[in-house]
C-alpha cells in the first residue's frame, strides 16, 4: 500500500476515533471536569484507534510490543490537545465543547508521522526484518 492510501486511511480512522472521542467526551462532561473528561475519553479512544491502525490503515498484525509503544506514537497527540485544549478554554476563552475538535486537527501530521514508524517497525525475531501483514502465516 503506498504512503498516500495509508495517509487516507489514517484520515479515516482519524475521523472515527475523533467522533468516538468526542462522543465520549461529551458523555463524560456531564459528571466531570472538562480535563478529566479529556483525559479519559482520550485514553479509550486511543485503544480503540490502535486496532483499527493496525488492521485498517497498515494492514500489519497487531501486537503487545505495538500495543505498548502505541501510546507512546500519541504522546505528541495527547501534548498538543491537552495544551490547545487548555489554550482555547482558558486563555482564549472559547467553549469547552468545541476546543478538542480544534485542537485534535492540530495534532494530525504529528501522530501520522509516529504512528507509521511504529505501526511498521519490523518486529524483533521477524525473518528479514519483514513485517507481517495481517493474515499472513509465519513461515519460520
Not at 500495543?67 to 500519541?74: A, D, E, R, Y
Not at 525475531?125 to 502465516?137: I, K, L, M, N, W
Amino acid at each position: 500500500m503506498t504512503v498516500r492510501g495509508q495517509l487516507f486511511r489514517f484520515a479515516l480512522v482519524g475521523a472515527v476515533n475523533t467522533g468516538t472521542y468526542y462522543g465520549l467526551y461529551l458523555i463524560l462532561l456531564t459528571r466531570l471536569p472538562y480535563v478529566a473528561s479529556h483525559v479519559i475519553a482520550f485514553v479509550l479512544s486511543m485503544i480503540g484507534s490502535f486496532f483499527l491502525t493496525s488492521y485498517f490503515t497498515y494492514r500489519t498484525r497487531p501486537t503487545w510490543r505495538k500495543f505498548l509503544l502505541f501510546p507512546l506514537t500519541n504522546a505528541a497527540n495527547f501534548v498538543v490537545t491537552t495544551t490547545g485544549v487548555y489554550l482555547l478554554v482558558d486563555v482564549f476563552d472559547l467553549g469547552s465543547r468545541y476546543a478538542p475538535l480544534i485542537a485534535a486537527a492540530a495534532a494530525i501530521p504529528i501522530t501520522f508521522v509516529v504512528s507509521r514508524t511504529i505501526m511498521l517497525r519490523p518486529e524483533p525475531g521477524d525473518a528479514g526484518g519483514e513485517r507481517q501483514p495481517v493474515g499472513s502465516a509465519d513461515r519460520r
